[in-house]
């Protein structure tokens, strides 16, 4: 009977708790580590990853963007699109501060938008079809395209196109502004202190205009600058959140075992970083279609993501990652399958020549990956010789042409027409640069397909065009795409709703609160 | 000849060191025959326990290679790197110290100071930067270890052949009319080599310390594997799996050990003061 009974306790005890669980708490403090230190936290002029993620939660976009990248409202409470697909009416909300006092208007955006096109070289990218921005009154701005952009809604994130106080940044040098050191923003949190080497405090921003949030007190994001002593912070409870990336992949599994820890790959939706090894095009025997394609089957990418990557991650398809807009996975396939890699080698005369492997120096997991991608190459015949160099070393390499396959990973900023078409278009060839159309692939259909892509209206007609483009590429293989990465965020079951966005962490302290 | 063997077999030492080197180089040179399969080939599941399958009997690193093939294939990298840079330091310091010892003066004095150039800058920081800026291969790493070891063997040679050249039987070739490369070939280095031989020994032990120290830095060939990557490479998982770093460890700690040992047997052996205390 007491067994019973003590059943009967437990689960009472678990379904009040989950049914408490869903009322947010107010109050706490939130240890977070920041990796590395942010070279400064004015996202209108520094856009690394630390400073995204620290200054996402100071700073506001217009919109806020779903896991599936939907767009949803933030200082814009509702927008419309005109019948042409030219004219986007964005109504801002009312009462919005900035945190010195002074109120949120169609000035700032305004002001912004002019700031960030000279300051952010993607939002100045992202902009270039914007004929002009007006405010007709207080709380309306309206963008007037020069034609149809398809992605358009998708360029109002926070890390991408940050509001900018007017008031203090008008007829100022940007660059020697104070309020770099001190950034004023209209977000959830306001920056409180830095102590280099040491923490970044955020607090409340208790006239937040989203009544009750946000629920907590404090943010400290913690620089420890050591991969080993990060996992060790959280291991002693130092800290409580440990974004992705700030431990190496062969600590996750130890630290998602410990208890009161909760794990999870969401929140990188936005920016779906894709890994593909650079295959250069322009010589050699990678210039032939079937040697690439023999890559494609020699390397086990399962392998790689079970083992390198500790089963995180998904083996990529083609050149979208499944998160992104008008992803299809009606591609050619490439399974692991050496004997058609060897098959394919011969077929093209490959003689064992020579060739040099770039791998990253992003660290132990990029290093192990790329003598596993070594292997399986030498595994079909090919003879290959690895490069060992620097990040400064490797993007000199890269951005000369100077090697035949080199590791990469980029962003895909949830749209093809802002992140995939880049790598692939002959126009954005160029040499001294590590992204865009590193490989020297050129192919006037894919050209066409990608410049169509972008203004095509409606939905239905950029998927049909999209689609062709991915099968078009995963066919002649430019580049080998390997996996869609994950970077999980570790932390403790305590922190609820943190990442609840297509961006996670980067904006998520908004709806983040303590089961205390 | 025979006086010699006899001598190094009669010191502890000498006997244990000679059988550690010959093992490591019979592992070098046929260990590789018994394992046909490249060192880098994903055999098993990735941090196998050692002793669990015979097959991979230390078991394997973290992309599930064969530890015990990375330390026969390591001992082949370690020992030749040992060796050859040596070779190559011995060559260039030889020369130098003779010259100096020998012909003194002004080019006593330049040779030194360039030497002395070299002995100024801390060897293992030299090292690591010459092999970063050449790019981490093989022939780098064993021209920076040379780089940085032959200094010790020039000043050591020159000291041998300063107090060697004013004997009575240097100054009887001298005066007899031979050449200056016919003396110090064949009258004074000969007598100069025991010392060298000793250092030499010493040297080839320090060189593959630091050729593991610089594969555990990263900077070692990256297709060829080695010792001191295996122990680099494995350091970040020790709390997972203490066989990566431990075997090949142990490994770099005997060979090491064991060329001491010789350096010590050959010292009491080709020590005319102590040999003539023990007989």
């Known amino acids: 009977m007491s067994k019973r009974v003590l059943l009967g306790l437990l689960l009472a005890c678990g379904l009040s708790a989950s049914a408490l669980a869903q009322e947010p708490k107010t109050g706490g403090v939130i240890n977070a580590v920041i990796q590395p230190e942010p070279p400064g936290l004015m996202l209108a002029m520094i856009q690394n990853g630390p400073t995204q993620m620290v200054s996402g939660n100071i700073f506001e976009g217009l919109l806020r963007y779903s896991p599936k990248l939907e767009p949803q409202p933030e200082l814009a409470e509702s927008w419309s699109v005109s019948e042409d697909a030219k004219t986007y009416t964005f109504k801002l909300r009312k009462g919005v501060t900035w945190h010195d006092g002074k109120p949120f208007t169609a000035a700032d955006v305004l002001f912004s938008v002019e700031m960030l096109k000279q300051t952010h070289a993607r939002a100045r990218n992202n902009l270039a079809q914007v004929d002009k921005v007006e405010a007709p009154d207080d709380n309306t701005v309206v963008f007037t395209l020069k034609q149809p952009f398809g992605p358009f809604l998708g360029i109002f994130e926070v890390g991408s196109m940050p509001m900018v106080p007017k008031h203090l940044y008008e007829g100022t040098d940007w660059k020697t502004n104070p309020y770099n050191n001190a950034p004023i923003g209209t977000g959830p949190f306001m920056f409180k202190e830095w102590q280099k080497g040491s923490f970044i405090r955020l607090v409340k921003n208790p006239n937040y205009y989203e009544k009750g949030k946000p629920y907590i007190d404090e943010i400290y994001w913690q620089i420890i600058p050591d991969a080993a002593a990060r996992s060790v912070a959280y291991e002693t409870g130092k800290v409580d959140v440990l974004p992705g990336g700030s431990v190496e992949n062969f600590d996750v599994p130890r630290l998602s075992k410990l208890k009161d820890t909760c794990v999870t790959g969401a929140g990188w939706e936005f920016f779906s970083p894709l890994a593909w090894l650079w295959l250069n095009n322009r010589q050699g025997p990678l210039a032939d279609k079937r040697v690439r394609q023999a890559i494609m089957y020699a390397i086990d990418r399962d392998f790689a993501k079970d083992v390198i990557w500790n089963g995180l991650g998904k083996v990529a398809t083609g050149p979208s990652a499944s998160t992104i807009k008008y992803y299809t996975d009606d591609v050619p396939k490439y399974p692991y399958d050496p004997a058609k890699a060897k098959a394919l080698l011969k077929e093209a005369g490959y003689k064992g020549e020579k060739i040099r492997l770039l791998p990253l120096a992003y660290g132990e997991t990029w290093q192990r990956w790329g003598e596993a991608v070594k292997q399986n190459l030498m595994d079909v015949g090919m003879s290959i010789e690895t490069i060992s160099t620097d990040v400064a070393g490797g993007n000199q390499k890269i951005g000369d042409w100077d090697y035949d396959i080199a590791f990469t990973y980029l962003y895909q900023y949830g749209d093809p027409a802002l992140g995939v078409g880049r790598n692939y278009v002959s126009s954005a060839i160029a040499k001294g640069q590590v992204f865009n159309n590193v490989e020297g692939y050129s192919n006037p259909e894919i050209d066409k397909l990608f410049a169509d892509g972008a203004v095509a209206t409606p939905d239905s007609k950029r998927k049909e065009i999209y689609a062709k483009a991915q099968k078009l590429l995963v066919e002649d293989v430019p580049v080998a795409w390997m996996l869609e990465l994950q970077f999980p965020t570790i932390m403790r079951c305590k922190v609820k709703n943190l990442i609840t966005t297509g961006i996670g962490v980067n904006d998520g302290f908004k709806d983040a609160w303590l089961d205390k | ?279």
Do not use: C, H
Request: hydrophobic share 55%; proline share 6%; net charge positive.
């Open chain 2, 1 to 279: 000849m025979k006086q010699f063997w006899k001598s190094i077999l009669k010191s502890p030492s000498g006997v244990i060191g000679l059988v550690i080197l010959l093992l490591a180089i019979g592992v070098a040179v046929f260990g590789p025959l018994l394992f046909p399969n490249s060192p880098w080939r994903m055999v098993q599941r990735p941090f196998l326990p050692p002793f669990t399958l015979s097959t991979v009997p230390l078991g394997t690193d973290a992309l599930g290679r064969d530890v015990f093939a990375g330390m026969i294939f390591g001992a082949r990298v370690s020992l030749l790197v040992g060796l050859v840079s040596t070779l190559v330091a011995l060559v260039v310091g030889i020369p130098i110290g003779a010259m100096a010892g020998y012909f003194g003066g002004r080019i006593d004095d330049a040779l030194m100071r360039f030497t002395e150039f070299f002995q100024t800058i801390p060897s293992f920081a030299l090292a690591i930067v010459l092999v970063a800026i050449l790019q981490p291969s093989i022939y780098s790493i064993v021209t920076s270890i040379a780089v940085v070891s032959w200094p010790p063997v020039a000043r050591l040679v020159r000291g041998e052949v300063l107090s060697l050249r004013t004997r009575e039987y240097v100054q009887a070739a001298v005066v007899t009319g031979q050449s200056n490369s016919w003396i110090i070939l064949r009258e004074i280095l000969p007598n100069a080599l025991s010392p060298v031989i000793v250092l030499a020994s010493l040297m080839v032990a320090t060189a593959i310390l630091l050729e593991s120290s610089l594969s555990f830095l990263g900077l070692g060939d990256p297709n060829l594997i080695s010792w001191g990557y295996m122990v680099g490479a494995g350091r970040t998982v020790i709390r997972q799996a203490w066989w990566i770093t431990v075997f090949p460890g142990v490994a770099i700690l005997i060979s090491v050990l064991g060329l001491n040992l010789i350096g010590e047997g050959l010292n009491d052996a080709l020590n005319p003061r102590l040999s003539r205390e023990g007989r």
